[in-house]
């Protein structure tokens, strides 16, 4: 080799002309010579030659045995660098302990989709401890429907921001004509305990009947999970919970309940579904208990189910025109859930 150090390159940073290599040496219409002296830049070292600091390598005699002489060292310190070693180095970070991490997702009113997302990360940058998981408050998995929204809308003639949102805050609204759908499974799981809660806000801006979500068949023909709001005389109001076998040729409505008409008002419902029986909370109280017979008691959704938010599919149909809260959070079952904010349409917990 002709040099003792070859030319070394480093990615610019940025393009400055008098440190461009290209620029200092290669001026456009200039022919080059053999005579022509190169310019090293910041960016660029020209090679070296042999010298008496850089002299030229000689070939090993093969007859000659090379020895080398090593130094006792204990155990701990003995390692190869093939093999990976059992010291700890001190990166002098600290890791995430489970209750850090919850602390973390509570203060930021995280989703439990943003929690997964978030735990990912902190796990591929080694920060997250070890055993520690994503939970929901009080432990329990939480699903906001509301993540099947797309930002910015996809149809900004059918999908708005309501600013007169509940205690202030900013809501989703769907007038007829939207198509906000996703795959289930990106959102709920493949299937939901034999006790869980619905939570819901939103205000109906339409008298007439209608999914305010609903988890389909592949058919579109069979509801599997959904909730239904219909208007009954000038006074009432009927909402309806749905829970079908995915194996069923017909959508099953387990629990209905007569309410207020509440038209053009924020309210807030909930239904507590356990084995024997499905509760209603009506704006934070308890409403009343029905008794029901659930089949199966844990409910499998499809594989290739879909989830629709303010209607239930092309088939079924039944749009509804609302508005649900963009922000929420929710925890437990209680009177006191009002003094804290809620999750729109429909929470899963």
């Known amino acids: 080799m002709n040099f003792g150090v070859p030319v070394l390159w480093a990615e610019p940073i940025e393009h400055i002309e008098d440190e461009c290599y290209v620029c200092c040496n290669y001026k456009f219409g200039q022919k080059r010579t053999r005579k022509q002296e190169y310019r090293g830049t910041k960016w660029v070292q020209l090679p070296l030659p042999h010298s008496y600091n850089i002299p030229v390598p000689k070939k090993p005699n093969p007859s000659i045995a090379l020895t080398y002489e090593t130094e006792s060292v204990d155990n701990e310190a003995q390692h190869s660098q093939y093999q990976p ?4 180095p001190n990166c002098g970070h600290e890791e995430f302990s489970q209750d850090d991490f919850n602390n973390v997702v509570k203060e930021m009113k995280l989703s439990q989709r943003n929690s997964i997302l978030l735990a990912s990360k902190l796990r591929a940058k080694k920060l997250l401890g070890t055993g520690t998981h994503v939970y929901a408050a009080r432990g329990r998995q939480q699903y906001d429907l509301l993540d099947a929204v797309k930002i910015p809308f996809q149809d900004p003639k059918t999908q708005y921001i309501d600013e ?5 805050f900013p809501a989703f609204g769907f007038k007829l004509g939207s198509d906000v ?9 493949d299937k939901l305990p034999a006790e869980f809660s619905i939570l819901i806000s939103a205000k109906p801006r339409s008298r007439r009947a209608g999914f305010i979500f609903a988890v389909v068949n592949p058919y579109d023909t069979v509801v599997e999970l959904g ?4 208007p ?6 009927i909402l309806s919970l749905f829970y079908t076998n995915a ?3 017909s959508s099953q409505s387990i629990a209905n309940f007569t309410v207020n008409r509440f038209y053009g008002k924020w309210t807030r419902f909930a239904f507590k579904i356990s084995i024997e029986n499905v509760t209603l909370y009506f704006n934070c109280n308890e409403t009343e208990t029905v008794a029901i017979k659930k089949e199966p008691l844990e409910l499998i959704f499809d594989s290739a189910s879909t989830l629709y938010i303010a209607q239930a599919g092309p088939t079924l149909s039944e749009p509804y025109e609302q508005a649900v809260r963009s922000r929420s959070r929710q925890s437990a079952f209680s009177s006191e859930r009002c003094d804290a904010t809620t999750r729109p349409v429909a929470t899963l917990l």
Do not use: C, F, M, Y
Not at 227 to 230: G, I, L, P
């Open 85 to 88: 070693s059992n010291i700890v």
């Open 164 to 168: 007169d949102g509940h205690d202030g």
């Open 227 to 230: 909730v239904k709001v219909t």
């Open 181 to 189: 759908k996703i795959a289930h499974r990106q959102l709920l799981p």
């Open 232 to 237: 009954e005389g000038t006074t009432s109001t």
């Open 247 to 249: 194996t069923e040729i």
